[in-house]
């Protein structure tokens, strides 16, 4: 079992920078792919990036390519979303999830999830 707890929403402008903490609980941490989906009010949760156990490989949606980028510290037992040139449209709350798979981006393919925290870009 594992428990993933997101943090360092906030209100930003446009054009700004943010960072995201994922903090997992438990000694299995580096056995899991790590994830970070988006949602906004009506629509479905959105894939964006992972990383895989190592941290070694990333992959992410072409929406967010080249301005996110996902790293981890298995020794810390956290996953961070850095993310930057920020724009309205990245307004949602963020959550990181687990999954035993790299690469699946389906929201059913994770086993785990955190609680979501806000992020919202001020145009």
């Known amino acids: 079992q594992m428990q993933l707890v997101e943090s360092g929403g906030g209100l930003v402008q446009a054009g700004d920078s943010l960072r995201l903490s994922c903090a997992a609980s438990?000694?299995?941490?580096?056995?899991?792919?790590m994830a970070w989906f988006r949602q906004t009010p009506g629509k479905e949760r959105e894939f964006l990036g992972c990383i895989s156990r190592s941290g070694y490989s990333t992959y992410f949606v072409h929406s967010v390519e080249g301005r996110f980028t996902i790293s981890r510290d298995n020794a810390k037992n956290t996953v961070i979303l850095q993310m930057s040139s920020l724009n309205a449209e990245d307004t949602a709350v963020y959550y990181c999830?687990?999954?035993?798979?790299?690469?699946?981006?389906?929201?059913?393919?994770?086993?785990?999830w955190g609680q979501g925290t806000q992020v919202t870009v001020s145009s």
């Open positions: 999830a687990a999954s035993r798979y790299y690469g699946v981006t389906a929201v059913n393919e994770y086993d785990y």
């Open positions: 438990g000694r299995t941490f580096s056995s899991y792919s």
